[in-house]
């Protein structure tokens, strides 16, 4: 049994010091400033907490002057997971098409300014990058969150990444350790479990996360997967064979072992997150990631309180805390001396872009969107509007479905009087129906198909069928893994969905890409 030599009150800082809870609304409630003042060191932020740069500045300001090193984290992946333009779609194309183009220096050039605006905003973690390497195509929560399926391009990558972010003065949190791309299930959800030899995941799944530790990550998240060729009894976020032995002594990381959401079924559904989290801490995780879906004072309680009576029952050594609380506040330490130090200026391959679209280039997200697209087919610009036909899939939570993505709008743009209609699956009495819903409503009009993943949903790939089959003129564009055979008169695969993989695709559908 562990001897309790400090204080109550210290107890209870770190206890509090280990945690990253999140919060509604767009203002810091006051349980939260309390909660800060007694020893929180971490704060996490959702799309919820975010209406602009400047109310998000103001937000991480006002949180600020309860402590000046708060760690303040958030889950901007760019790309499908975005937090900075949740209402609008991202102005970055995001991992996937990162690793299309296979350019580290444009890579590190886009993380560089996703961290410059983080920072502005006065955001000082972030949850990203996935270094996760997606060798499941039919994946239901990577995909295009990965920067592909090959080890080295993913670990090349994922360096650059952390590189570039931390150059901005923004700590990265390399995700999801051991690896969450061999999965078919969301943990989100339940359990994943991953029945692959030991070789495997040395070669392939843990190759990028030993690059995001030879480049300096700070941090790592752990993942809700069981891997029994590492621990056949315990989640990774629970393992002390994976947290420690591993990761640690192993692999010799030094920096902030941070958990994937505690409330997320993989964990919730059998252990609760109160056990989990004591379990988790036991492992040798430092923080606590909690708040998308429990973002309320109770539970920052519950976890607090949950903590410390480990502690005096015996069943969490008081050491381990201080360790973990330690590392936090070694983090904070380091972002207030990075903030300070960060380089303003960007580092863009050369000839491509400036970092935020002055006049010497566009902005580098949308340059790497560009040089993402791989178009199949030829067709000649349209000059008149066509009918977007929009298939849309069931958005898995780590992605949302508060975010807008297609081409419908940036298409309009470009072609005034563009019309788009949204299909479901849900909605598929018989894909004949559908397709004969969709013609109708094109009116004539070409019809540009966008689809999401289309090897993975039986009935878009049906409804694509039946289309092409009445009208071989209609285009398609791909806006998630490109898995499928390119089918179309133009075939445009843009390698992810956020805004600016809309508009590069826009830009050829009308011929007017630079």
Known sequence: MSTLVRSADTLTRDALAVLQPGFLGTTAPDWLLRRIGEGLSSVGLFGRNVASPEQLAALTERLRAEREDLLVAIDEEGGDVTRLEVRHGSSFPGNHALGAVDDVDLTRAVAGELGRRLAACGVTLDWAPSADVNSNRHNPVIGVRSFGAEPELVARHTAAFVTGLQGAGVAACVKH????????VDSHHAVPRIDVDLDTVHARDLLPFRAAIAAGAKSVMSAHILLPALDPDRPATLSRRILTGLLREEMGFDGLIVTDGMEMRAIAAKYGIERGSVLAIAAGADAICVGGGLADEGTVLRLRDALVQAVRDGELPEERLADAATRVRALADWTLRARASASPGAASPEGTASPQGTESGPPVGLVAARRAVRVTGTAEPLTTAP????FTPVANIAV???????????????????????????AV????????????????????????????????SDVLDALLAARPQTLVVEMGLNGAEPRGALHIATHGAARVCGQAAAEVIAGRGE
Do not use: N
């Open 177 to 184: 350790f051991p690896g969450h791309g061999d999965t078919a």
């Open 387 to 390: 009918y977007v036909a929009a």
């Open 400 to 426: 949302g479905d508060e975010t807008p993505w297609g081409i419908a709008t940036e298409l309009g743009r470009l072609l005034p009087g563009t019309e788009t209609g949204s299909y479901s699956g849900a």
């Open 429 to 460: 009495a018989d894909t004949a129906t559908l397709a004969a819903r969709v013609l109708a409503a094109a009116d004539g009009r070409t019809i540009v198909a966008v689809v999401r993943d289309v090897h993975r949903h039986p009935w878009m």
